[in-house]
Structure formats: structure tokens, C-alpha cells
């Protein structure tokens, strides 16, 4: 049974730093990743890493956010620097399938930014 568990949402004034953790169990994943969704807003991409540690962010979070993986451990961590309120929104991790047919996700984790 695969099971994402995520740690290291809170709350922090604009301009800090939180780090997220997400720990993946029972499978091996190809990509792994967080999204985003704010209240009234679509879900959205944040950051990305390939098993070969490839990574992708959109521009919103570009030279803010770091996303990194310990292969050893089926652990995706970001590093969330220079924080904005617009970031606030419940931040969730996924990981898909050596296969890439299926996606998994985590039951998400708080981010609140205040201003």
C-alpha cells in the first residue's frame, strides 16, 4: 500500500524560510513533487524532481523554492525561502509510478504566510 506522509507546514511572517517533507512508502516512483492549492483557487504545480534529480518550478516560486530527494530514504523535501503571503495555500506532495500511469498524494499540509 503506498502511503505519502508530509511534515513541516506552519505558519511564518513574509520573508521566511519553512521546509516541507514528504516520506513515500511500498513502491519505487519515477517523479516526485509538490502542488499547491489556495482556497477558491486551481490546483497548481510548485516544484518537481526527476529519479535522476531533474528538477522544474514554475516562475511564481523560481529562486524561492528548492526542491531536492533522498532516493535512499523515498523522501521529497522544499525548501521554501523569501516566503509571500500569495503562497499561502495547503501544499501537497505526489509521486507517480515507475510506470507513470498512476499518481499518488499526500493528504496535504498547511502553508500560511503572513503579511
Known amino acids: 500500500q503506498v502511503q505519502l506522509v508530509e511534515s513541516g507546514g506552519g505558519l511564518v511572517q513574509a520573508g521566511g524560510s519553512l521546509r516541507l517533507s514528504c516520506a513515500a512508502s511500498g513502491s519505487i516512483f519515477s517523479a516526485m513533487g509538490w502542488y499547491r492549492q489556495a482556497p477558491g483557487k486551481q490546483r497548481e504545480l510548485v516544484a518537481t524532481?526527476?529519479?535522476?534529480?531533474?528538477?522544474n518550478y514554475p516562475g511564481s516560486v523560481k529562486g524561492r523554492f528548492t526542491i531536492s530527494r533522498d532516493n535512499a530514504k523515498n523522501t521529497v523535501y522544499l525548501q521554501m525561502n523569501s516566503l509571500k503571503p500569495e503562497d499561502t495555500a495547503v501544499y501537497y506532495c505526489y509521486a507517480a509510478s515507475l510506470s507513470g500511469v498512476r499518481t499518488f498524494w499526500g493528504q496535504g499540509t498547511q502553508v500560511t504566510v503572513s503579511s
Open positions: 524532481i526527476t529519479s535522476g534529480s531533474s528538477t
